[in-house]
């Protein structure tokens, strides 16, 4: 594919084939990923690739946990749930698509709290990688594993696979940290779902829209 379609192809898969990733794919993709530029060129990522029984083991684990609810879900660094516009409406609009496509109406929670669970199944991916970087590093870094992360998603397309980020595995990491022995020193940023789409599935159809150019550039001349 040229590039400026790849970049329109990809979108956020929630519902994956089971189909295995080649080992040798995985290792190109990943192997592009750390092409991406970081400042100074520190190359801060890390990634945990969790397949097999080493993923079984992390879903299991995590999704227990979960269900009771403790008071460690909070994120390990600081984030929020509050949003103030124009962000809460953007949020919303993606959720209502999200949710109405598989039925569930606003308001059920418990219906709502099963499926934001299937983050923690890798959406049924065969591949799951968690993202780490040093915690003395500082906000640029949380650049640099961005874009880490940007150029192997399009790299995956390129390769005829599918993504999701999910900043769902920045939560509950107490969990994480200990199945996958992260070092206490390293922030659990983000994972992702990796592997072929199941384009029947109807979650699969969110088309998330972006705003107008004129709401995001001011030109200053
Ligand atoms: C940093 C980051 C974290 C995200 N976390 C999640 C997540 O935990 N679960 C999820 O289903 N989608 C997650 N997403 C996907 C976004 O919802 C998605 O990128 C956005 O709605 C735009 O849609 P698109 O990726 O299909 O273009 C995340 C995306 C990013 C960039």
């Keep these: ?78 984030r929020t749930s509050k949003r103030k516009e124009p962000y809460t409406s953007r949020m919303r609009a993606l959720g209502k698509d999200m949710y109405g496509r598989i039925g569930i109406p606003r308001g059920d929670e418990a219906a709502s709290w099963q499926q934001w669970g299937r983050n923690y199944r890798f959406f049924d991916a065969p591949v799951g990688l968690i993202f780490t970087i040093d915690k003395d590093l500082d906000a640029m870094s949380f650049l640099d594993i961005g874009m880490f992360m940007q150029t192997l998603m399009l790299a995956a397309k390129d390769r005829g696979l599918d993504t999701c980020a999910q900043g769902a595995w920045n939560m509950f990491w107490t969990v994480t940290r200990r199945v996958l022995s992260i070092p206490d020193d390293e922030y659990i940023i983000a994972g992702m779902a990796l592997g072929y789409a199941d384009h029947a599935h109807p979650v699969n159809g969110v088309v998330a829209p972006r705003e107008p150019l004129e709401q995001v550039v001011t030109f200053h001349e």
């Design 1 to 78: 594919m040229q590039f400026n379609e790849v970049v329109r192809a990809r979108r956020s898969v929630r519902a994956f084939r089971p189909d295995p990733v080649a080992p040798e794919v995985l290792r190109e993709v990943l192997g592009t990923a750390c092409l991406a530029p970081s400042g100074t060129n520190i190359q801060p990522w890390k990634v945990h690739v969790v397949t097999g029984d080493a993923r079984r083991r992390l879903e299991e684990e995590v999704l227990a946990h979960r269900d009771t609810r403790p008071a460690d879900d909070r994120a390990e660094f600081p």
